[in-house]
T-cell receptor
Framework: EAQVTQNPRYLITVTGKKLTVTCSQN?????MSWYRQDPGLGLRQIYY???????DKGDVPEGYKVSRKEKRNFPLILESPSPNQTSLYFCASSLRLAGNTGELFFGEGSRLTVL | GENVGLHLPTLSVQEGDNSIINCAYS??????FIWYKQESGKGPQFIIDIRSNMDKRQGQRVTVLLNKTVKHLSLQIAATQPGDSAVYFC?????????????FGKGTMLLVSP
């Protein structure tokens, strides 16, 4: 089954404790992206990757890191989480973002709480 | 997400009615638009897309209309069903950014009563 898989789905952590949210897609997609979703603010892009070893900042990259060593994986790293990073996070992938292949496939989301 | 609906404009309709969800986009350079549906506790799902060389595109029970003059996009859902209850987002994309990002609107919650 074609899917984007995120882990963990739920996490409660404390300020400063490094964490990684993994994302994996099995569709051989070139493009991958991370979004955070907050009430009243909609979906905001954190980082994206057009292909392996190519990553770029989105609208709200502060406090986050990503890597794209393999095509299928795009982990989101919070080196020193803070309470303002409490949010619902979505990973998404697309064959290519341009043109008619712009459909983004989303994972089920990871709800992160930082105390 | 479970609290995604907070602070969102809401459209309430009866089952069987037609629904129209509107979206104003800001970037006149945007030339590709997508509508997404997000059910409670799930990630957004693609509904339909449209390129700027079109004014209208139809899918199954859904129609997207694009008015580039006033930078307005709408999603029409025919014979709305309770299963259509969700938050709907429009998203825009443009070549100025190398088609690298989709920018999402804030969303509209659709509530369908039986």
């Amino acid at each position: 089954e074609a899917q984007v898989t995120q882990n963990p789905r739920y996490l409660i952590t404390v300020t400063g404790k490094k964490l990684t949210v993994t994302c994996s897609q099995n569709m051989n997609h070139e493009y991958m992206s991370w979004y955070r979703q907050d009430p009243g603010l909609g979906l905001r892009q954190i980082y994206y990757s057009m292909n392996v070893e190519v990553t770029d900042k989105g609208d709200v990259p502060e406090g986050y890191k990503v890597s794209r060593k393999e095509k299928r994986n795009f982990p989101l790293i919070l080196e020193s989480p803070s309470p303002n990073q409490t949010s619902l996070y979505f990973c998404a992938s697309s064959l290519r973002l341009a043109g008619n292949t712009g459909e983004l496939f989303f994972g089920e989301g990871s709800r992160l709480t930082v105390l | 997400g479970e609290n995604v609906g907070l602070h969102l404009p809401t459209l309430s309709v009866q089952e069987g009615d037609n629904s129209i969800i509107n979206c104003a986009y800001s970037n006149s350079a945007s030339d590709y638009f997508i509508w997404y549906k997000q059910e409670s506790g799930k990630g957004p799902q693609f509904i339909i897309d449209i390129r700027s060389n079109m004014d209208k595109r139809q899918g199954q029970r859904v129609t997207v209309l694009l008015n580039k003059t006033v930078k307005h996009l709408s999603l029409q859902i025919a014979a709305t069903q309770p299963g259509d209850s969700a938050v709907y987002f429009c998203a825009e994309n443009n070549g100025n950014s190398g088609y690298s990002t989709l920018t999402f609107g804030k969303g509209t919650m659709l509530l369908v009563s039986p």
